[in-house]
């Protein structure tokens, strides 16, 4: 099984960056790839996502995602609870792995298959195996430095890659 990676997102008051590394990792033990593209843009560049969880899952759930946003001309929100409200209740997508942090230039979410949808109070999102090493260096760059948020996801990746194996510092980063 495919699994592990890290995705960061934050929001200040000038944009919304949100990066993501390139490892895909098999097993415990085997690197598979280290150029992974896990965040890109949707809806004509106006919503970002990134995902961590099983590969083919997460891309499945992305285009669930996208034609919510088609189906719901662009609203991030609505179409996030829709999305959640499906995957929650279909017998196929409930046995989805993976995780999705979707923003646009006004909100920040993490979308679950549990039917959660969560807007962080601090405009700071993480996902996957290095999450929590991102999210605590985030939050500090964010409290205590003038660092822009793409320049924020940069760092806070970097140092999350330092400590998870499950996370490379060949990060892609798409801001709004």
Request: charged letters at 25%.
């Amino acid at each position: 099984m495919f699994q592990a990676t890290t995705i960061l997102a934050v929001k200040t008051k000038e944009k919304i960056a949100i990066g993501g590394d390139g490892q895909v990792t098999m097993g415990q033990s085997t690197v598979m790839k280290h150029t992974a593209q896990k965040v890109r843009t949707l809806f004509n560049g106006k919503v970002a996502v990134g995902f961590a969880g099983s590969v083919a899952d997460a891309f499945a759930l992305e285009e669930k995602f996208e034609a919510k946003l088609d189906q719901y001309s662009g609203n991030l929100q609505r179409s996030a609870i829709e999305l959640a409200k499906e995957w929650r209740s279909d017998s196929f997508l409930r046995k989805l792995d993976a995780l999705l942090i979707a923003c646009d230039k006004d909100s920040l979410l993490i979308i679950s298959g549990n039917g959660e949808v969560i807007e962080p109070d601090d405009g700071v999102a993480s996902i996957g195996s290095g999450s929590m090493y991102a999210l605590a260096a985030a939050r500090a760059l964010l409290r205590h430095s003038n660092m822009s948020a793409d320049e924020i996801v940069k760092e806070a990746m970097l140092i999350a890659s330092e400590i998870c194996v499950y996370t490379n510092s060949n990060i892609k980063i798409v801001s709004l």
